[in-house]
Structures are given as C-alpha cells and as structure tokens.
C-alpha cells in the first residue's frame, strides 16, 4: 500500500519562495518517477516537474529556471523549489509518483495536495 504525504504549502508575496516536500511509503519500485503536478481553479491539471530515479527531469517551461525537482531515493522523498513565485504560480499541488511495477503495468498514486497562494 503506498502512501504519498506531502507539505510545504503556504501563503508567500510575489517574488518569494516556499519549498515543497512529499515522502512515499510502501512498495515502492527501483524504476519510477516522482514530482509535481499542479491544479488551478477552473483550470486542468499540469505537470510542474519531475526527476526519474535516475536523475532525469522534465519541466513545466513556465517554471524554468524558477523552480527545482530534486529527490532524495535512500528516503523516497521528492522536493520542490520555488523561487520567485508570481500569482500564476496559485494552485493546489499534488505529489506524483509513477510506479513501474514487476508486471510492466504503471501505476500513478497522488499527495493529499498542498495550497499555495501567491499574493500581495
């Protein structure tokens, strides 16, 4: 049974930053992805960033350069920097981990989702 819990999540002026943290637990595989993903009212679900277990990442381009994935695998734990956080960047945002299981058959299990508001 896996669990993601995550938190981090805040209210934070334009320009700051906050720094967003999600541990797994459970059977969790060697090949995976963690990360990211965020939801604005009103609006679908994207993908913020994420980081293979192998170190790959792949980002929103909004968020270039501003934010950083980064995982900690002894822990199962995926991290989140944001800096220089604008409104745009109001969501709630999920924890993802991608489990390739024995089978071959992916698996996506999510955070509770974590607020952050961005604003004067």
């Known amino acids: 049974q896996v669990q993601l819990v995550e938190s981090g999540g805040g209210l934070v002026q334009p320009g700051g930053s906050l720094r967003l943290s999600c541990a797994a637990s459970?059977?969790?595989?060697?090949?995976?992805?963690m990360g990211w993903y965020r939801q604005a009212p009103g609006k679908q679900r994207e993908l913020v960033a994420v980081m293979t277990s192998g170190s790959h990442t792949n980002y929103l381009d909004s968020v270039k350069g501003r934010f950083t994935v980064s995982r900690d695998n002894a822990k199962n734990t995926v991290y989140l920097q944001m800096n220089r956080l604008k409104p745009e960047d109001t969501a709630v945002y999920y924890c993802n981990l991608h489990l390739v299981g024995a089978s071959g058959m992916g698996t996506d299990y999510w955070g509770q989702g974590t607020q952050v508001t961005v604003s004067s």
């Open positions: 459970g059977s969790i595989g060697s090949i995976n992805v």
